[in-house]
């Protein structure tokens, strides 16, 4: 059980109906290692895809429920977008007890200025993905799109996925991973000496020499959550410091 004064993040653990693993994965860390905590952030994707708040499931109620649980049992729970499920709304967020975030957010972490972000907007040199972006956050194509029925929102949903592994197959590795120009840019227009995102699932903690000083430092710290396909990943913030870990999936 977390300590009273603990911030948890994690981001891209892709729930969906077919992987019963992961989801049970999580509802485990809900009521163990998330418990009692202060905060959790979940930093985008935490559903594999999402179509709309009118969508209800038994996975999307499951997860709603022990989320407001965790809520009611007095711990704050902050939800992103992602690129999977930017579509998620306050309609649901609210049956979470959760708050949704816009971002990129600043927030004070026990004495540390932080700013929080998918990742998905640091990808620059993915020309098409930054296209497809633009597009689809507009909110002209989100209201045309919810007005839709609900089947025809997940056949376009369908095919959007597929086109996406097809063309992720023939990009470079680098090109789907942050560009580091736009992290700097991002350090300093925040004026922060912290940031945390997912989307890349490369999980590490990156050390950044500043171009010039924030906040009387010439050094910040880049942490990357992992996404949740093999094992969970988790950041912890206490007031003494930070750890990035990784658990097992519990067996089924």
Sequence with gaps: MSSPRETLFISDLHLEPDN????ASFLNFLSTKAAGCETLYILGDLFEVWVGDDDHNQLTETVAKALAALSAAGSRIFLMHGNRDFLLGQDYASRCGA????????????????????????CTRDADYMRFRKMVRSERWQDEFLEKLLVERHMIAQQARQQSKEL???????????????????????QANFMIHGHTHRPAVHTIRLQQPINDSNEACRIVLGSWDSKGWVLKFTEAGYELSYFAHPAL
């Design 20 to 23: 019963r693993a992961i989801t």
């Design 99 to 122: 708050t949704l975030l816009e971002e990129p957010a600043i927030i004070e972490c026990y004495g540390r200025r932080v700013v929080l972000i998918h990742g998905d907007s640091l």
């Design 168 to 190: 992720n197959s023939r990009k470079a590795s680098d090109i789907m991973d942050v560009t580091h120009q736009e992290v700097l840019n991002l350090f300093l227009e925040k």
